[in-house]
């Protein structure tokens, strides 16, 4: 067992495999090894954003919710207050249009009896003088009786 | 385990050994080849390049299936290796951890084969001799310590510059402060550096030799009983033997990268 020019061979075969092995596995394996464990990393720290984002997202979410709902809250009391003074405006504008209505018409009706009463007096005068003047005749002096005959009208 | 020794040396059990420890070889003396562990160690540096080559063209990040898998976990565990073992950064240190890794277990992996088959094959066909295990001729782990000791010296002069790696040589590992003491101690630093610097390839190469040397000689003895009883100590040493081709396949790797960390370190100060 000596050494031999085999030795030398073997060298060489070494040489050149390690050289083919660097550039054609060694180099393009751990070049996609640590572009996988970047990936890897830069996938999880995403999946970490994301979740992180949507539990921000989340919680904007039932804020808006509450938000909304108060809104709605507060739109339909204002909508009812409104609508309850609504009612109330529309209560009093018909009392009082009422209230005038019926004022108009007490007032056309007295102004109504003033008339007919003014008118029946007049009518009454007339007929009882001319009825006075049938009985009486000359007899009666309408000067001299004047003041009777006011005071019958008065009367009436 | 076969009964194919009979067939193939029938001799009786020296002969048998020694022609299982007999490498086809041409030349004679230094310049022998032994073309069966070229052919075995080149072979697998084929397939693993071919696999490399298939695996690296054709990588799916998402969706990574069979030997992508199989490859990204003894990448990363080499890798983790480096970083934990070599300080700084040099590109030639992962692939090399790795080929070295891959090919040293494969090569080892070829003591599992059942030590007659492939010889078996080879004696049909008229091949006479044929040692399987690359790894357990001396000459390739010795290649690959050779290897790496080459890259020691180029790691420490790029590093200590070559004044730094002389000085290296010089005054070290006996430092002093008195000029004359120092040049005295000189003989003596360089002495023990080369003894240092020399022991680290020689010592990985023979470990690994001499364990799966001693691994493939067991087998060996083990084929040489009968054939009935065979299973029972050739199924314990097979399993104890995955052990030992991945450990001596990861040792050899982290003594590679150990050592080239420590010589790309810049020299400290004298201390």
Redesign the interface.
Same mark, same amino acid.
């Given at each position: 067992m000596s050494i031999t020019v085999t030795l030398f061979g073997q060298m060489i075969t070494f040489g050149i495999l390690v050289l083919f092995i660097w550039k054609y596995l060694w180099g393009p394996m751990t070049t996609m090894m640590e572009d996988r464990t970047k990936r890897i990393a830069d996938g999880l720290a995403a999946s970490e954003r994301g979740k992180q984002d949507l539990e921000i997202a989340q919680q904007r979410a039932a804020q808006r919710l509450r938000e909304a709902k108060q809104d709605a809250a507060d739109i339909v009391n204002a909508a009812n207050k409104r609508a309850s003074e609504i009612i109330e405006e529309s209560k009093e504008q018909g009392r009082q249009e009422g209230k005038r209505q019926l004022d108009a018409a007490v007032a056309e009706i007295e102004q109504e009896i003033n008339r007919a009463k003014g008118d029946l007096r007049r009518h009454f005068i007339n007929l009882t003088l001319d009825t006075a003047k049938k009985v009486l005749g000359r007899e009666i002096d309408a000067s001299a009786h004047n003041d009777i005959m006011n005071e019958m009208i008065k009367k009436l | 385990m076969n009964e194919a020794h009979e067939t193939v040396a029938g001799h009786g059990p020296v002969e048998y050994i020694q022609h299982h420890l007999h490498n086809l070889?041409i030349?004679e003396g230094?310049?022998?080849?032994?073309i069966d562990?070229?052919f075995f160690?080149?072979g697998i540096?084929i397939l693993?390049?071919f696999v490399?080559?298939k695996?690296?063209?054709n990588?799916n990040?998402?969706n990574p299936t069979g030997m992508q898998n199989l490859?990204?976990i003894i990448?990363?565990f080499v890798?983790q290796q480096v970083k934990d073992a070599f300080n700084g950064y040099n590109? %030639?240190i992962?692939? /090399?951890a !790795?080929?070295i890794f891959?090919?040293v277990f494969l090569m080892n992996a070829m003591d599992l084969l059942p030590v007659d088959l492939l010889p078996w094959v080879a004696t049909e066909m008229g091949i006479p001799y044929l040692k399987v295990v690359?790894t357990a001729? %001396?000459?390739?782990p /010795?290649? !690959?310590a050779?290897?790496v000791f080459m890259l020691i010296v180029i790691f420490n002069i790029k590093a200590k510059g070559g004044i730094g790696f002389v000085n290296m040589f010089l005054f070290h590992p006996f430092p002093a402060d008195n000029p004359v003491v120092k040049i005295i101690l000189i003989p003596f630093n360089i002495m023990m550096t080369t003894i240092e610097e020399l022991s680290k390839p020689i010592s990985m190469g023979l470990r690994l030799f001499g364990n799966m040397f001693a691994g493939e000689l067991i087998f060996i003895l083990i084929a040489l009983l009968p054939w009935w009883v065979q299973f029972i100590p050739g199924g314990l040493w097979a399993i104890f033997h995955i052990l030992i081709i991945t450990l001596q396949a990861f040792i050899f790797m982290l003594l590679t990268v150990v050592y080239l960390g420590m010589a790309n370190q810049a020299l400290e100060a004298d201390h």
């Open positions: - | 070889s030349g230094f310049w022998t080849f032994h562990t070229f160690a080149f540096a693993i390049g490399a080559k695996i690296g063209d990588l990040p998402d490859l990204e990448l990363e890798g590109p %030639l992962g692939p /090399l !790795l080929t891959v090919w690359p001729n %001396l000459d390739t /010795l290649s !690959l050779a290897s």
